[in-house]
């Protein structure tokens, strides 16, 4: 998948509705870290002193971004995902 448009309305199943509604497609906003998660309290107590980051830096790059979408429902007003999210090089809501 390398190019990608998405319509911003369409019709998919709502799990809180339990039958399928009209959705409008959004993409999903990044969030800041929350400092009193256990995780991240973990992750910047092992930050501290020398040469202890917790992990491999990858040594090359991805070259495509995963596409993270967000259905929100017309009829309850409420959001959901559809499954994880997946690459793609070039991605576009289209109005229809
Ligand atoms: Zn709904």
Redesign the pocket.
Known sequence: MNELNVPQTMRIY????KKH?THTVELAKKRPRRSVAQGQRRYLKKLEGYGSFPRPKPDHEKTTKKVDLRYL??????KHTKGQGFRAKKFQIVKV
């Open positions: 709502c799990n809180f509705c509604t429902c017309k009829e309850c007003g409420k």
